[in-house]
């Protein structure tokens, strides 16, 4: 019986970690959509979005969106001197505004050193 019981309960952990968001795999650009060069901030701290955390959000054209298909944590210490809650950063994306916010299929990040060399 206590085997039972200790199966269904990592069951149960399994499935709830599986069932989680997934984030983006994509490594490459879908050649077929158009690839958009966006601003990249916490929206609340850099972007003056409301909220009540720190979220990912992104600039497209002077408009700003909270981000899904990737988060704040995926692209490193968003607390640190050039992390999104202290530096808007460049970041050439993929996807698509739906309900006002921007569902990624293609997020990365423009390292600084290339903004620095354009300085």
Do not use: W
């Amino acid at each position: 019986m206590k085997k039972a019981v200790i199966m269904f309960f990592c069951s149960v952990f399994f499935l709830t970690v599986m069932g989680q968001n997934k984030e983006i795999k994509k490594t490459k650009p879908d050649a077929g959509k158009k690839l958009l060069l966006a601003e990249a901030a916490c929206g609340e701290c850099k972007f003056g979005m409301p909220g009540k955390s720190c979220d990912l959000a992104v600039r497209i054209e002077g408009r700003s969106y909270f981000v899904d298909g990737t988060n704040i944590d995926s692209h490193g210490d968003a607390h640190a001197r050039d992390g999104f809650c202290e530096a808007i950063r460049k970041a050439e994306v993929q996807g698509e505004v739906i309900n006002n916010r921007f569902k990624a299929s293609y997020f990365k990040l423009i390292s600084d050193s290339t903004e620095k060399h354009n300085e």
